[in-house]
């Protein structure tokens, strides 16, 4: 079955840095779109960043473009998530996804932007 496991969050302080992680199992990694999703409590969960099967086309919501990189290794069947200069805005949960709103998705991983 398909299995989208996070890692990477944590506490970190405003203009920090974190790389969030995610290993997918379970279909094949190397056809699909990879999407990194957050949520804060109240809010409907917002698309962060998109990236291709081969890595040629990636998006990012405005909020987080030229901070935030979002990167795969279809090797490794891992989707990666650079996050620089972290604002307190950006806490939430950050969960991987493949397939949009209705596929797939991961446990979350939990991202603290706090001084």
């Known amino acids: 079955q398909v299995r989208l496991v996070e890692s990477g969050g944590g506490l970190v302080q405003p203009g920090g840095s974190l790389r969030l992680s995610c290993a997918a199992s379970g279909f094949t990694f190397s056809w699909n779109r990879m999407n990194w999703y957050r949520q804060v409590p109240g809010k409907e969960r917002e698309l962060v960043a998109s990236?291709?099967?081969?890595?040629?086309?990636?998006n990012y919501a405005d909020s987080v473009k030229g901070r935030f990189t979002i990167s795969r290794d279809n090797a490794k069947n891992m989707v990666y998530l650079q996050m620089n200069n972290l604002k307190v805005e950006d806490t939430g949960a950050y969960f991987c996804?493949?397939?949009?709103?209705?596929?797939?998705w991961g446990q979350g991983t939990q991202v603290t932007v706090s001084s």
């Open positions: 996804n493949t397939g949009g709103l209705t596929g797939y």
């Open positions: 990236i291709n099967s081969i890595s040629t086309i990636t």
